[in-house]
C-alpha cells in the first residue's frame, strides 16, 4: 500500500500507537495473557471453554475497530499496489514466519519487547531486516 504522506498525521499514530499498548497492557494486567494476534487466533481453535469468549471478544475487536473508526472519522485511501496473487503468497508467507517464528509481531514486538524478552528482541530484529530487505529487492531488482 502507498502512504498518502501529504495528509499522514503523526498524532493519529501516536495515539494508535497508545490504544495498542493499553490494550496489551490491560489484557496482561487482567487476563494474564499476551496479546498476540496468532496465538490468541490459534488457541481459539482448540480452546478449552473458559478460553473462548475472551479470545472471541479479542479478534471481534479487531475486526469491529475499522467500521467503528468509520463512524468517527475517515479512513484514508488504500490502494494496493500487488496483484492479489502475490497478496495471497505474502499472507501465507506471513502465516508461515508466525509458526516458525514462535509468535507474530504484535506478540513479539509488541508484548515482548515491553517485558524484555531477548527472544522476542531478536525476533523484531529479524521481522524489520526481512521488511528491510524484501521492500529493497522490490524496488531495485535484486
Known amino acids: ?10 498524532w ?5 500507537g497508545m490504544l495498542i499498548g493499553a490494550g496489551a497492557a490491560l489484557l496482561l494486567l487482567y487476563n494474564g495473557r499476551i496479546a498476540g494476534v496468532s496465538g490468541v487466533l490459534g488457541g ?6 473458559g478460553e473462548r469468549g475472551w479470545r472471541i471478544a479479542f479478534l471481534a475487536g479487531l475486526l469491529l475497530a475499522v467500521p467503528l473508526w468509520r463512524l468517527v472519522a475517515g479512513l484514508p ?12 503468497a505474502a499472507g501465507l508467507l506471513v502465516g508461515l514466519g508466525t509458526r516458525c517464528g514462535g509468535g507474530c509481531t ?4 509488541v508484548c515482548g519487547i515491553a517485558r524484555a524478552s531477548p527472544r522476542s528482541l531478536v525476533a523484531t530484529a529479524v521481522f524489520v531486516l526481512a521488511g528491510v530487505v524484501t521492500v529493497y529487492l522490490l524496488r531495485h531488482g535484486g
Open 1 to 10: 500500500m502507498a502512504i498518502d504522506w501529504q495528509h499522514f498525521t503523526p
Open 106 to 109: 504484535s506478540g513479539h514486538g
Open 44 to 49: 481459539l481453535l482448540r480452546a478449552e471453554d
Open 12 to 16: 493519529t499514530a501516536l495515539a494508535g
Open 77 to 88: 485511501p488504500a490502494q494496493p499496489v500487488a496483484s492479489p496473487l502475490l497478496l495471497v
